[in-house]
């Protein structure tokens, strides 16, 4: 049987991404503004992992009203208690904040005492406790992380290619970093450990994506000397246009399923990642690459009439 290859154009497609490049930077600069307007106003919604307290999954033996079994927790004993489904509607997740003063075992066994006057059955199947001193430990930590992870790409880009290949990533991630951020903000998402391993899964493919255009960037630049700087750009995108539909497609596939289909607990981890993904792979094509223009690549007329007919 004849196997058929994948094509995305039957040809190499010439499209001229460096003359819509002033498009891109205000779109981005609108996003950036936006996220950083939404996160001065409304904040992250920090997960357990960062604000300390209990963590409790339980199962009803029949589809839980939440609204009913909020009743079960008054404010002005509990304090602020989050109900979700996750799962099924049989699948109940609590969370309880705690100040540092806070007794954890009486504290879960409120909760319990709580639970036990509701007219379900109640499957106790997970119980976490994070402390408020450990959760400032992992926001610090958390920060570190991210810090570290740009500061290393910087290096390997930088000793792999040029310096300017190294800054134009770093704007790129900053870029995907704080729409990221602004996402997780505008849409309520929690903001825990596995927040911070998606954004720095995001990063990670980003740079992977850029890391593949910046390669060819400098293999037509070692060719054609005397190209122009956007042609070579032009050039170095169009050729690798096809890999990126395809790799980012595949992906975004793959994400959109775990959204629809993976449940409350996976959703927020599954929508961020989606989000940064399609943003990952238009930074790289409209930030990491066109910046190059303004970071001092050398961008000279090309002489050569040999030169001229390859452009052509």
Known sequence: ?????????????????????????????????????????????????????????VRTDAPADLGKMRELFPAEEFGEVTLQHFGDEQEVMIRLEMDENANQAEAIANIKNALSKSSYKIEY??????????????????????????????LYIWFRFEWQFGLGAVVALLHDG????????????????????????????SINDSVVIFDRVREIRRKFKKMPLPDILDRSINLNLARTLLTSGTTLMALLALVVLGGEVMRGFAAAILFGVAIGTYSSVYIAVPVLIYFGLADEEPTDESEIEAIA
């Not at 010439?14 to 891109?24: E, I, S």
């Not at 996160?39 to 357990?48: A, E, K, V």
């Not at 997970?126 to 910087?154: N, R």
């Open 1 to 57: 049987m004849a196997m058929f290859p994948l094509r995305f154009f039957k040809d190499e497609p010439t499209f001229r991404f460096m003359d819509k490049r002033w498009m891109g930077f205000i779109f981005s600069a609108i996003l950036i503004i936006a996220s950083i307007f939404i996160l001065s106003t409304r904040g992250l919604n920090w997960g357990i992992d960062f604000t300390g307290g209990i963590l409790m999954e």
């Open 125 to 154: 199947r997970k119980t976490d406790y994070v402390g408020p001193t450990v959760g400032k430990e992992l926001i610090q930590a958390g920060i570190l992380s991210l810090g570290l992870a740009v500061f290393a790409i910087l």
């Open 178 to 205: 704080i729409i990221t951020l602004g996402f997780f903000s505008l849409t309520g998402y929690e903001f825990g450990l596995s927040s911070v391993a998606a954004i720095l899964t995001i990063l990670g493919y």
